[in-house]
């Protein structure tokens, strides 16, 4: 049976995946912690896993990474990863194997997937947002993944969200949203969490359960405004942790946008291997 593998590349974990091409069904998968690791590090233990899950009748690889990816597959940056500036990923994995190799941002392979199997089934316009390591985004119009120019469309963490002040040198000064919103920043702005999720559930961080509602409702706006997507799947640790506060969210956003601006439906992923399934799934385009 026709299979593909799908890798989701990330700073707290690498998944690795088969997927049977007809159903997509999972034939297997494992996943090792990457916390602190160097993206060529990563990559040997990516190579190994591709090893041992690659099969004769594997077809391809999609690989899903978290940073700035060119149209071509060529990574530009990975911003929570050290040493994966420029790294030569394509050109390694091309020698290594005589496969198809695709390679994306992880958040576009988890938008995808959500797209086409999972919440966001049924809509034309998709918008995914991912708060785990980083803050990170997806569009999937008429399903397909939109990229931009030069591929480097969706990074909606480095989006403003509270413009800071002069010198305006670090993602923190420049008041990114991934400085609000992703785990790690949850995380700081709430010590006594143990996880990330910990800050959005239970009485542990409840006083910042409302600013951080006011917070994605402002993003969610902005990106409403731009895209009017039909859907906002929210993904990563700390965005399946929001699940409580949708209806808080949706009631909110009322107030911020334009009047008779549809709201978009909103969900939590329904997928438990978006990233890997993401990733797997870009092989057949």
Request: aromatic fraction near 6%; proline fraction near 7%; charge should be neutral.
């Amino acid at each position: 049976m026709p299979s593909v593998l799908g890798v989701d590349l990330g700073g707290t974990k690498l998944a690795i995946a088969r997927f049977e091409t007809q159903s997509w069904a999972i034939q297997g998968a494992e996943t090792v912690p990457t916390a602190g690791k160097s993206f060529p590090v990563i990559v040997e233990e990516m190579l190994a896993g591709i090893t041992k899950f690659r099969t004769a009748d594997t077809q391809a690889v999609g690989i899903g990474v978290p940073g700035l990816v060119d149209r071509s597959g060529r990574i530009h940056t990975t911003p929570n990863i050290p040493g994966g500036d420029g790294f030569p990923l394509l050109e390694m994995l091309k020698k290594e194997w005589k496969l198809p190799i695709t390679i994306e941002n992880d958040s576009s392979c988890f938008t995808l997937a959500e797209a086409l199997q999972g919440a966001g089934r049924g809509h034309r316009v998709v918008v995914g947002i991912t708060m785990g390591t980083g803050v990170g985004g997806g569009i999937v119009i008429d399903g397909k993944i939109f990229s931009g120019e030069h591929g480097f469309a969706t990074e909606f963490g480095h989006m403003l969200l509270k413009p800071g002040a002069p010198p305006f040198d670090s993602a923190n000064k420049r008041g990114e949203i991934e400085q609000f919103l992703s785990g790690t920043a949850l995380r700081k702005r709430c010590p006594a969490a143990k996880r990330p999720e910990e800050t959005l559930t239970g009485p542990t961080c409840a006083h910042l359960h409302e600013t951080v509602v006011r917070e994605i409702v402002w993003m969610s706006c902005s990106l409403i405004h731009c895209i009017d997507p039909g859907i906002i799947v929210f993904g990563g640790s700390a965005g399946r942790a929001l699940r409580p506060h949708l209806p808080a969210i949706e009631k909110e956003l009322k107030s911020w946008l334009l009047p008779k601006s549809p709201i978009p439906h909103l969900a939590i992923g329904a997928l438990e291997h978006a990233g890997t399934l993401g990733a797997a799934l870009l092989t057949q385009k």
